[in-house]
């Protein structure tokens, strides 16, 4: 047997079946040639050496969160009434039955969306000496399993927004009307909306400057009447406006 | 050339059926035969039982569902190239249906407009972003989402209809006793006969408008940020009214048979009160939008 | 996030989740999620993907578990349906999900003679990280069928069905693989000899 003739024979001969029970003459040939014994052996160490990856990757936490999110979503999960009466004054966003799947490419949007309403609603239930909104909405919109973007709970992301750390800042003083500059989460969003939907680009961009405009004006009221519970409950809904949007461009981002 | 995909798991009920129209460009020579644009049409069935649940997913397109037969659901789809597929898959009651883009698709070789033919129980997702997407003759759960698309719901009885758009424009017309629940940045909203324990439409800049008589007893909550909402019911309505725009003007012209509120009234910012016998709720809200109340 | 409380059992995770309880899921994930994971990883060699389909795998999982009756391992189901996951989304993807060569080329018949004979065994245990960042290297379609086989311990018959080759195929696509190998991880640790 030549070394060419072993070496067509490997593929079936080392498929494990065999348990290394080599015909007669290719053990004889194997014992008279280095080369070829030590191409066997190093096969099968090789082979050996791929078992010991098996289960050896382990997945960051993100993964359960998002299965989490989409399992809620899709009804799957069931630990609270699925039909709880609606309150007055409900957030806008859809129920979670009828949610759609969150893109996972762009996952980190999904915590940035959760906290934009969760942080709408902090601005309406934490405000002192003013008249209990009668609409006021409770917090059911986004999942309690959606991670933070500063991973802890959801009133943190709005102690960032608030007005001294705003993330958005008008470039020019209260006075005029201003576009504000985009914050970094915008700015990543509109970066995945230009690699993944290109001509949608234009049309996100406009509808989220609308938004942000439409937070920094009523913002802008709020602050100058603090006791308008109403308007608060614009200012929330403003934001949940922007949640919206980041929702629908985050399920279309694929 | 016209790719099927097969279903990952299936009953012999499915048929696929392919008629393929083409329609050749200039052609140089064979080698360089360029952009054969074939639109192809093609056709899937499913057999399925009651409450089925069907989505359908396209970046580009349209998408009508209608009723049909009470246990097949009949699937049309019109791709515009051949740079996009269609992926089908059914498990069981559940049929999903998605346009897949093959890379560097846009918009007009990634078209791919469905008509669906269901049972009237089904409950239907529908996802497009340009649309147009409209549904009619249904009795299931509806929830239909689109960026730019044209959304339009008629004659749904008892379902759930769910609705959301960036700035598409919302027409819902003879919607009954189910919930409804539209949300839109700056997509105009109108509604027309729509009624039920529930209706609850949300649009920032867009506007909203209502021609019904609000009954069945429910709760109305309509909302905008800069947009206008307008009313138009029948003299004899019967609704417990709160209206107030923080910035605009709000105006009505019945005679509301005034309630108490924890709402100090502004006189051109908002009104509360009540007509007939007060049996719906009815809740509108505005930033900076006006609020018109008009008697037909 | 912390390990979850191994309280109970994997048959009544099961039960618990087809009723609805999010905790039961979460006991079952973290019972599989490094076998998925890695699976995944193995086969698209990219984070990001390998993230993406472990979540879909355990999604279409979770998806189907009231109809699953324990007539086969919960984990034998799972394990096969992460491959499809994953042989879908490269077939999407337009990548050769294994190459259609059946027989050896002509360069790869005889081990080559250049080196010499000390060289020629991979002396000792073969280093785990390099071996990961040897799969990598692989060709799309070799690097399926070896870590189908030789990582995760499909026989060929199985993988022939799974991808759709035949049984010769799967074979002789795995001893490329295998080949390919052991020329990167002699390559790499002569590179590492090199610089000591």
């Keep these: 047997m030549t070394c060419s003739d072993v070496e067509q024979a490997l593929p079936e001969l080392l498929d494990g079946e065999a348990n290394g029970a080599f015909p007669t003459e290719v053990e004889s040939h194997l014992q008279s040639c280095a080369a070829c014994s030590g191409l066997v052996s190093d096969l099968e160490t090789i082979a050996g050496a791929a078992r010991t990856l098996a289960a050896s990757e382990e997945p960051p936490p993100r993964v359960w969160a998002r299965i989490a999110l989409e399992l809620r979503a899709e009804g799957l999960i069931r630990d609270q009434p699925a039909d709880a009466k609606l309150a007055p004054g409900r957030p806008i966003l859809l129920p979670t039955a009828a949610r759609r799947r969150w893109s996972s490419t762009a996952w980190w949007l999904a915590p940035v969306a959760a906290a934009l309403v969760a942080g709408g609603s902090y601005v309406v239930s934490h405000k002192p000496a003013t008249p209990v909104a009668q609409n006021q909405a409770p917090v059911n919109a986004a999942p309690s399993s959606a991670p933070s973007p500063a991973g802890s709970a959801p009133t943190t992301p709005w102690q960032c927004r608030l007005p001294a750390q705003a993330s958005m800042q008008p470039t020019v003083t209260a006075q005029t009307t201003v576009e504000p500059e985009p914050s970094a989460d915008d700015q990543q969003f509109l970066s995945a909306v230009s690699t993944r939907a290109p001509s949608m680009r234009a049309t996100y961009e406009n509808q989220l400057k609308a938004v942000n405009a439409d937070i920094l004006e009523t913002q802008a009221y709020v602050d100058r009447n603090p006791r308008d519970a109403e308007a608060r409950e614009h200012l929330m809904e403003a934001y949940q406006q922007k949640a919206l949007l980041y929702q629908i461009a985050l399920d279309r981002i694929q | ?296 | 996030m912390t390990d979850p409380k191994q309280a109970i059992t994997e048959a009544e995770a099961i039960e618990q989740a087809k009723q609805g309880h999010e905790a039961a899921f979460e006991v079952l994930y973290h019972l599989h999620k490094r076998r998925v994971y890695s699976l995944c990883l193995r086969m698209v060699a990219n984070p990001a993907q390998a993230e993406d389909l472990a979540q879909e795998a355990f999604l279409q999982l979770f998806r189907k578990i009231g109809t699953f009756r324990g007539e086969s391992a919960f984990s034998t189901w799972l394990h096969r349906m992460t491959v499809n996951v994953v042989l879908m989304q490269l077939r999407k993807k337009g990548l050769p999900v294994v190459s259609l060569e059946e027989t050896l080329e002509a360069d790869d018949e005889a081990p080559r003679k250049e080196f010499g004979t000390k060289d020629l065994r991979l002396t000792g245990s073969v280093d785990r990280l390099q071996l990961q960042r040897a799969i990598d290297k692989l060709p799309p379609g070799y690097r399926t069928v070896f870590v189908l086989h030789d990582v995760e311990g499909f026989e060929h018959n199985e993988i022939a069905q799974m991808v759709g080759c035949s049984i010769g195929n799967s074979k002789s696509q795995l001893h490329k693989a295998r080949l390919k190998l052991r020329d990167f991880l002699k390559f790499m640790r002569a590179e590492k000899a090199k610089t000591g």
């Design chain 2, 1 to 296: 050339m016209v790719e099927f995909r097969k279903a990952s798991s299936q009953p012999a009920s499915i048929k696929n059926t392919a008629i393929v129209t083409a329609v050749l460009a200039t052609c140089l020579s064979s080698a360089l035969c360029s952009a054969a644009f074939a639109e192809a049409a093609k056709e899937f069935r499913y057999t399925v039982g009651a409450h089925a649940n069907i989505s359908v997913d396209t970046q580009y397109g349209s998408i009508s569902v209608k009723p049909g037969t009470d246990n097949e659901v009949v699937v049309t789809a019109t791709l515009k190239s051949d740079n996009v597929e269609v992926d089908q898959q059914q498990n069981g009651n559940r049929i999903e249906i998605a346009s897949h883009l093959l890379r560097g698709t846009d918009q007009r070789n990634g078209q791919v407009d469905y008509e669906l033919l269901i049972p009237p129980d089904a409950t239907v997702n529908l996802r497009s972003s340009t649309g147009p997407m409209s549904a009619e003759r249904l009795q299931g759960d509806l929830t239909l989402e689109g960026a730019e698309a044209a959304v339009n719901v008629r004659d749904v009885e008892n379902g759930h209809v769910h609705i959301r758009t960036m700035r598409g424009p919302i027409t819902l017309t003879d919607v009954r006793n189910g919930h409804v629940e539209v949300a839109s940045i700056s997509g105009d909203v109108h509604l027309k006969g729509v009624t039920g324990p529930l209706v609850q439409v949300t649009s920032g800049r867009g506007g909203i408008s209502y021609d019904g008589d609000f009954s069945s007893g429910g709760e109305y909550r309509f909302t905008t940020h800069t947009g206008d909402i307008r009313v138009l019911v029948p003299a004899d309505v019967s609704a417990d009214f709160k209206a107030r725009s923080v910035l605009g003007r709000v105006q009505h012209d019945f005679p509301l048979k005034p309630r108490h509120s924890r709402f100090p009234e502004e006189v051109g910012r908002s009104f509360f009160g009540t007509t007939g016998q007060a049996s719906s709720e009815v809740v509108l809200r505005s930033f900076s939008g006006r609020i018109r109340l008009k008697q037909r």
